[in-house]
């Protein structure tokens, strides 16, 4: 059974670019969070969806910023029009269920904006 | 409100104890985790300890939780090398009433660094 997969690893953008930024959640796992690391930082929560379905993003940028779960592929985190403040590692994470005492962690998409 | 709170650093000799501290603020918090992070990895989950218990050991890993303080603790034993790494506390809060779900919310790690 698979992990958490991420990809890509790694994603260098220039200013104004579009990054896409896409999680397979482990097998069965229908709930995925995604977490932003700022250089130095611990992870700040950004979204967490159910599929086809945003449950809370009240730490997603209001602006460019739009995350996404359909019911057959991935979950992406799109960023539109990045700024250098938006290099950051981006982690996803996945539970089985609502309320799980754990969450899987990817291995992390690093956003390089130059 | 949500608030996690580390050192940022910890050295330790080869063989000593590590003792790794975090303070938090919510008190309706269920779980509190402890994730380890190596440089340009993913985070791995070490442990957790359930917010009504006061202790939990498994190996050489001790979690102490003081409830009254929101204070938790991570002690590695016969620390190695191979520990050296970011140590993540974390708290699971509960949202969304009872057809919610856990949001973790994490420290800003402390960097452990073992020497011999």
């Known amino acids: 059974n698979a992990g958490v997969m991420q990809n890509p690893r790694h994603l260098v953008r220039r200013r104004g670019q579009e990054a896409r930024l896409r999680c397979s959640p482990m097998k069965g796992h229908s709930h995925v969070y995604w977490y932003r690391q700022l250089p130095e930082e611990g992870l700040k929560f950004m979204v967490y969806l159910q599929k086809e379905n945003i449950i809370d993003e009240s730490g997603m940028p209001k602006e460019r910023f739009s995350a996404e779960f359909p019911k057959e592929g991935p979950s992406i985190l799109r960023i539109q029009q990045v700024v250098r403040g938006d290099s950051a590692a981006y982690f996803c994470a996945s539970s089985l269920i609502e309320g799980n005492t754990e969450a899987f962690f990817g291995q992390g998409t690093r956003l390089t904006v130059v | 409100g949500e608030d996690v709170e580390q050192s940022l650093f910890l050295s330790v000799r080869e063989g000593d104890s590590s003792v790794i501290n975090c303070t938090y603020t919510?008190?309706?918090?269920?779980?509190l985790y402890w994730y380890k992070q190596e440089p340009g990895a993913g985070l791995q989950l070490l442990t957790y300890?359930?917010?009504?218990?006061d202790m939990k050991q498994d190996q050489r890993l001790t979690v102490l939780l003081n409830k009254k303080d929101k204070h938790l603790s991570l002690r590695i034993a016969d620390t190695q090398t191979g520990d050296s790494a970011i140590y993540f506390c974390?708290?699971?809060?509960?949202?969304?009433?009872?057809?919610?779900?856990?949001?973790?919310?994490f420290g800003a790690g402390t960097r452990l660094a073992v020497h011999p």
């Open positions: 919510d008190s309706s918090s269920t779980y």
């Open positions: 974390a708290e699971s809060i509960r949202r969304g009433g009872s057809g919610g779900y856990n949001k973790l919310i």
């Open positions: 300890i359930f917010s009504n218990m």
